[in-house]
């Protein structure tokens, strides 16, 4: 079974731009979480959707934004970029939301605001 | 709020050597409480998970974890390192009862020595 896929890998942009990275579930799992990865903040959680749904969200700005689609692909937004928005950013996927599902990670993709 | 502390940033073991990370977590209720590795360059791969029970838990790669309620502990442990155990490790709590939503250490990455 394939992993999770996140796409681009590697991306490059500069200040003021916006970005849309996309993640792509195992198959089977219906909920997408986000997380944002930097050295100086660590893993910090964005976004988490469930059938379409958004469920919880973080302590980010209203810049950052995602959304699930019926396929259960997601996507995330970052509009007006800023150099602190360079990061990994994570997409994890399980079946469920329940805390008790095994949630597995993608690669990332890593973003460079120039 | 629910918090997640790994006191030691980077850790330096011999191969064969015996390994213990720290993790100690402030939360209200029974935790759910989990052990990720990250390569460099990679995403985050689940080595094992705490909800109850036996708080002894056996993960992956031969690491074990001991939640330890009186403490606020659930430490990480490998009773013989091997060179390919070089990483970066996160411990993490589920934050608004959803396993999307993980809090984070800040991380504690591993050198092993030959």
């Known amino acids: 079974k394939a992993g999770v896929t996140q796409t681009p890998r590697y991306l490059i942009k500069t200040r003021g731009q916006q970005v849309t990275l996309s993640c792509s579930p195992i198959s089977g799992h219906r909920s997408v979480s986000w997380y944002q990865q930097t050295p100086g903040q660590g893993l910090q959680f964005l976004f988490e959707?469930?059938?379409?749904?958004?469920?919880n969200k973080g302590n980010f700005p209203g810049r950052f934004s995602g959304r699930q689609f019926s396929n259960s692909r997601s996507e995330m937004n970052v509009s007006t970029l800023e150099l602190g928005d360079s990061a990994l950013y994570l997409c994890?996927?399980?079946?469920?939301?329940?805390?008790?599902?095994?949630?597995?990670f993608g690669p990332g993709t890593r973003l460079t605001v120039l | 709020a629910q918090s997640v502390t790994q006191p030691d940033i980077h850790i330096t073991v011999s191969e064969g050597a015996s390994l213990e990370l720290r993790c100690n977590y402030s939360y209200g209720a029974t935790p759910y409480l989990f052990w990720y590795v990250q390569s460099p360059g990679q995403g985050l791969q689940l080595l094992l998970k705490y909800f109850s029970g036996d708080t002894l838990v056996q993960g992956i790669k031969g690491f074990e974890a001991e939640f330890k309620r009186s403490q606020s502990s659930f430490n990480l442990r490998k009773p013989s390192v091997h060179w390919s155990d070089a990483a970066e490790y996160f411990c993490a709590v589920v934050a608004g009862g959803s396993q999307g939503n993980l809090i984070f250490g800040k991380g504690t990455k591993l050198s092993v020595k030959p």
């Open positions: 959707y469930f059938s379409e749904t958004q469920r």
């Open positions: 994890a996927s399980s079946m469920d939301p329940s805390s008790t599902d095994t949630q597995y």
